[in-house]
């Protein structure tokens, strides 16, 4: 089981890693499109074996979480693991955003992975999670022909898809 709170894109960013995503499934790599029908695009700020929607909804009250930030998606790489995403520029606002929600996760006893936390966190959109390792140059190439990729936030969520589980956060105005 993986729950994430997730940062959503706008739709020009979300149609173009789309169009990456049925790009690459048409040349027999699976992406998160075939892993869930419900992923969609987005940056995880946190991920653990659980996350209670609840008691993250109450820990982050208050704070727009993802309000204002700019996410520019400018390379690829991989995981171990057969791991393809498309990484997110680091910028200071980005660093400081994460940690304020961390710090206000920790305050609530809200246990995440250790490499979603501050100082370890790499922010990035995942692509495939299981990429076939024969086509993982072709699969990156593809990556890079849609960069750069600039979003807006635009929404975020604590989600589960193993449990259906997808439970919105305040709205970000835009």
């Given at each position: ?5 997730e ?149 975020a ?18």
């Open positions: 089981m993986v729950a994430a709170l940062l959503y894109l706008d739709v020009d960013a979300t149609r173009r890693i789309r169009t990456l995503w049925q790009a690459l499934e048409a040349e027999g790599v699976p992406t998160m499109a075939s892993l869930h029908e419900r992923h969609r695009p987005h940056v995880s700020l946190a991920a653990a074996r659980t996350l209670p929607p609840e008691t993250i909804a109450a820990a982050l009250r208050g704070m727009e979480v993802g309000r204002g930030l700019t996410l520019d998606l400018d390379f690829a790489g991989q995981f171990v693991g057969r791991v393809l995403w498309l990484g997110v520029t680091v910028t200071e606002e980005l660093l400081a955003h994460h940690r304020a929600v961390h710090d206000r996760l920790a305050a609530a006893g809200v246990e995440v992975w250790d490499h979603y936390r501050p100082g370890r966190w790499v922010p990035h959109c995942t692509v495939s999670m299981r990429v076939p390792n024969p086509v993982m140059g072709a699969a990156v190439r593809r990556c890079l022909e849609i960069l750069p990729v600039r979003a807006q936030v635009v929404g969520a604590v989600t589960d898809h193993a449990n259906d589980v997808s439970h919105p956060l305040q709205a970000v105005a835009r």
